[in-house]
């Protein structure tokens, strides 16, 4: 290797990045994701607000070439180590309609261009579970097809992945595709090291221990009800509890093992992706009656055990689809919905992380994202088939203008000079409560 192995960090591609799940669980296990592909200039702002030091291409794949992605970026002529990404998924989704002609189902064609396009060692593509059944499959296989004829082997005995199997308190199932240059060894899938808490099912022939639970991952996070700004911005400096080995673990406490990612300069005191939620009187009675673990029958929405994990988080609708809100789940203490902080923390994000000040964009970019710990888990394993033996980097990083986080989509498409109607806006519906 030509590079010491200390400094030397392999480059990575993310495509379809929303706001940086697989960019920073790519991150944690020692890559450098020098370039990202994202459509949405909301999750473009958030994206570089997090990532400002990497470089971000706000447009639609179907337009992007692989030469563009190299040279709008620091990439330039070096070898790509891999290239990841989740295309839109709801065409595959099981609880939708599984329709092959669906016109986002041609994005992981796309993906499969961009991916022979760059020519990197590897390829990870990431989707619901849903492509893995049905009619949908057909579409898998002759993408796995495609691949092969032109010089790529795939380990056809995919896998679908469960976050909870890899330290992360939500039930998540996701598809994964495994993808090398022929003349490499592909990598192996990761294997589990916890199960679901509470779970009695076997995910291992080896005993696991359980997944940190629901109030593992908020315990320590300050009650939002003592704190009436927050109905008006979505940070607060604010006294945290004492946290569980998990949420040491997001706030970065400690010096975590394994963990690769660019330390980031922020202030630990601040509480922030906490807008509060004004429920009704009815609402707040109903939550308060609904029993951990069930669902509150008016608004369909699940109530968190404690000792339990969280539900799948949904992203909702996007805006040329109505920007319907996906069900969040109610506080399992607290008569009321989570925060947006809250679900980061189901979802493996650190503290660091900052999302869209306004709860549908903060909510939408944690579910439609892959957790930071599963890709991690995912892209550990690509680091040790290329041979690297990673180490944390010394360089702290500064984040983000803060603007970033509150542009609205017309702000947003302006800074990346877009067209603000690249996502056809449509009058938003929300569920009622």
């Avoid at 549908?360 to 991690?376: D, E, T």
Wanted: charged share 25%; glycine share 6%; aromatic share 10%.
């Amino acid at each position: 290797m030509a590079e010491n192995t200390e400094t030397y960090r392999p480059i990575a591609v993310d495509l379809f990045a929303g706001a940086g799940g697989m960019t920073l669980g790519f991150e944690q296990a020692g890559f450098n994701v020098l370039a990202s592909v994202e459509i949405d200039p909301i999750h473009c702002a958030t994206h570089e607000f997090n990532f400002p030091f990497w470089s971000i291409l706000c447009q639609s794949i179907t337009e992007t070439t692989g030469e563009e992605i190299r040279h709008s970026s620091s990439i330039g002529e070096r070898e790509i180590d891999v290239v990841f990404g989740g295309p839109p998924c709801q065409g595959f989704s099981l609880i939708g309609k599984r329709v092959l002609d669906d016109p986002r189902n041609s994005l992981v064609f796309h993906f499969a261009r961009l991916v022979l396009e760059l020519q990197p060692k590897f390829f990870v593509m990431e989707n619901v579970r849903g492509m893995a059944s049905g009619k949908s499959q057909e579409l898998l296989l002759e993408l796995i097809d495609k691949f092969i004829v032109n010089g790529y082997a795939v380990e056809e005995n995919y896998k679908i992945l469960n976050a909870a199997w890899y330290g992360v308190p939500q039930n998540r199932e996701r598809l994964f595709l495994l993808g090398c240059r022929k003349e490499l060894t592909l990598p192996i899938y990761p294997q589990p090291f916890s199960k679901p808490a509470k779970s009695k099912g076997v995910v291992s022939k080896l005993e696991l221990p359980d997944s940190p639970t629901v109030w593992d991952a908020i315990q320590d996070l300050p009650e939002v009800e003592q704190y009436s700004e927050l109905y008006q911005r979505d940070w607060i400096v604010a006294e945290f509890g004492k946290p569980s080995k998990y949420g040491e673990q997001l706030r970065e406490l400690n010096l975590i093992p394994n963990n690769y990612a660019y330390p980031r300069q922020y202030d630990p005191r601040i509480l922030t992706s906490s807008l509060r939620t004004k429920h009704n009187v009815e609402s707040i009675q109903r939550f308060e009656s609904t029993q951990p673990g069930k669902t509150e029958p008016i608004s369909r929405f699940f109530k968190l055990d404690p000792n339990g994990i969280c539900n799948t988080l949904r992203a909702g609708t996007a805006s040329n689809r109505g920007a319907f809100t996906s069900p969040r789940p109610i506080h399992p203490f607290s008569p009321r919905c989570i925060t947006v902080r809250e679900a980061a923390r189901l979802h493996s994000y650190p503290d660091w992380f900052r999302f869209h000040a306004t709860k549908w964009h903060g909510f939408r970019q944690i579910g439609n994202s892959v957790p930071p710990l599963l890709a991690k888990a995912v892209a550990s394993e690509i680091i040790k088939t290329l041979g690297i033996c990673p180490s944390k980097p010394k360089v702290i990083q500064e984040l983000g203008d803060e603007k970033l986080l509150r542009v609205n989509i017309s702000q947003a498409a302006k800074h990346y000079d877009i067209d603000p109607h690249v996502i056809e806006l449509k009058a938003r519906k929300y569920k009622k409560q």
